[in-house]
């Protein structure tokens, strides 16, 4: 069965710390890997998106990386900041879409 | 316009009556989905429509949700004889991508309507 999953489910932090979030998937055929930022009240938003050749994918304080051997991925946080509370959904497309739940992230100050 | 809209952004229903949902899709994309998401699950893929093809309605839970696309673009999504358990977020997307997981296909997202069922 295809699925993702993320961990933790919920992490809370202190503004200016680093954190990592992770998936895991079962997705098969593999196209490719996004993840997405949903702020609250609000629809997801793309950060970055990772195929199957890409180890490693930065935007900004966003650090994404890539295993597919292992069908892991991880999306690293630098210094973070308040803006940066929200879910983080992982998204692997392979004939569709597959969402991950999401991990709750809130930075405080 | 310049995103994808969608209205209402809230909707309140008693059990057992009718509600339309409805989606503006980005000017020029030609596919449109719809998800569903529940308080900590993840999307539940509802229905893709691509351009004039047959929309792919393998996602819709019952009998009871039905969504048309007018001319392309507008899409509007109805759940008849709503039921408590249909209380949820129900996001609209829209992509350029001409089939569905294109390998760069690239979802932008409404901000939902969220709907509570009494």
């Known amino acids: 069965k295809n699925q993702v999953e993320q961990s933790p489910q919920s992490l809370i932090i202190l503004e200016g710390k680093n954190c990592t979030l992770q998936?895991?998937?079962?997705?098969?055929?593999?196209?490719?890997l996004r993840w997405y930022k949903q702020d609250t009240g609000r629809g997801p938003v793309s950060l970055t998106i990772?195929?199957?050749?890409?180890n490693t994918k930065s935007n900004g304080r966003y650090t994404a990386t890539l295993d597919a051997d292992t069908k892991q991925s991880s999306l690293h946080i630098t210094a973070s900041q308040l803006s940066d509370s929200a879910s983080y959904i992982c998204v692997v497309n392979g004939q569709n879409f597959v969402f991950g739940p999401g991990t709750r992230l809130s930075v405080l100050p | 316009g310049a995103g994808v809209s969608q209205s209402p952004s809230n909707k309140v229903t008693e059990k057992g009556k009718d509600v339309e949902l409805r989606c503006d899709p980005i000017s020029g994309h030609t596919a449109l989905y719809w998800y569903r998401q529940s308080l900590g699950q993840g999307l539940e893929f509802l229905i893709y429509?691509?351009?004039?093809?047959?929309?792919?309605k393998s996602g819709l839970p019952s009998d009871r949700f039905s969504a048309e696309r007018t001319g392309g673009s507008v899409s509007t999504l109805t759940i008849q004889r709503t039921q408590q358990e249909d209380s949820a977020v129900y996001l609209c997307?829209?992509?350029?991508?001409?089939?569905?997981?294109?390998?760069?296909?690239?979802?932008?997202f409404g901000s939902g309507t969220q709907l509570s069922v009494l």
């Open positions: 997307a829209s992509s350029l991508a001409l089939r569905q997981g294109g390998p760069n296909e690239k979802l932008f």
């Open positions: 429509f691509q351009g004039n093809s047959a929309p792919d």
């Open positions: 998936c895991n998937y079962t997705v098969s055929p593999f196209s490719n």
């Open positions: 990772m195929t199957f050749s890409e």
